[in-house]
T-cell receptor, first 115, second 113 residues
Framework: DAKTTQPPSMDCAEGRAANLPCNHS???????VYWYRQIHSQGPQYIIH???NNETNEMASLIITEDRKSSTLILPHATLRDTAVYYC????????????????FGTGTKLQVIP | DTEVTQTPKHLVMGMTNKKSLKCEQH?????MYWYKQKAKKPPELMFV???????INESVPSRFSPECPNSSLLNLHLHALQPEDSALYLC????????????FGPGTRLLVL
């Protein structure tokens, strides 16, 4: 698995954009970048994923650098409910039909949204 | 419906007890997972079921015994646990085991006395 590096914690003012960085300098060409978050005492929640192009959904945007060695998750207007641990994960590509892609969580970034 | 349910929410058990954790999903997913999460640590994979068959066992001690009775249900049977097994046990499912998007349940918080 490619390793990911994230800052342990970040603060963001409510209503502002939260930009969470992730370094994955050893990522291989066919590995996807996934983001999950875990609100305190709840199960992790899938946010978004991408391979090369930038992606956007109703929750967030994912910006992947051209060399794919890093990415940024953007929450455009952070709310108090976005306070959580955010995990950046690089998926091992499947090997053969129905191959298994292990989800390995790193230590994540604890985002605190401040009123 | 993208919900994974887990029961019970909390469980306290002694080291000689036998208990079971239950997980259910009705999304038609054919892969289901058990994770263990210690306090202030990321989740760690324990087991993967694919089409009701055990696919991956991440070297989990035999005192944890998974079972997949059908495509919607996943159980984790617990026997002779140790206090260090106290943790949040998370169930997840995905369309199949090759799919990266997993849906997690709220977890069962287990305390072993």
């Amino acid at each position: 698995d490619a390793k990911t590096t994230q800052p342990p914690s970040m603060d963001c003012a409510e209503g502002r954009a939260a930009n969470l960085p992730c370094n994955h300098s050893t990522i291989s060409g066919n590995e996807y970048v996934y983001w999950y978050r875990q609100i305190h005492s709840q199960g992790p929640q899938y946010i978004i994923h991408g391979l090369k192009n930038n992606e956007t959904n109703e929750m967030a945007s994912l910006i992947i650098t051209e060399d794919r060695k890093s990415s940024t998750l953007i929450l455009p207007h952070a709310t108090l409910r976005d306070t959580a641990v955010y995990y950046c994960i690089v998926r091992v590509p499947p090997t053969g039909y129905g191959g298994y892609q292990k989800v390995t969580f790193g230590t994540g970034t604890k985002l605190q949204v401040i009123p | 419906d993208t919900e994974v349910t887990q029961t019970p929410k909390h469980l306290v058990m002694g080291m000689t007890n036998k208990k079971s954790l239950k997980c259910e999903q009705h999304m038609g997913h054919r892969a289901m997972y058990w994770y263990k999460q210690k306090a202030k640590k990321p989740p760690e994979l324990m087991f993967v079921y694919s089409y009701e068959k055990l696919s991956i066992n991440e070297s989990v001690p035999s005192r944890f015994s998974p079972e997949c009775p059908n495509s919607s249900l996943l159980n984790l049977h617990l026997h002779a646990l140790q206090p260090e097994d106290s943790a949040l046990y998370l169930c997840a499912s995905s369309q199949d085991r090759a799919t990266g998007t997993q849906y997690f349940g709220p977890g069962t918080r287990l305390l072993v006395l």
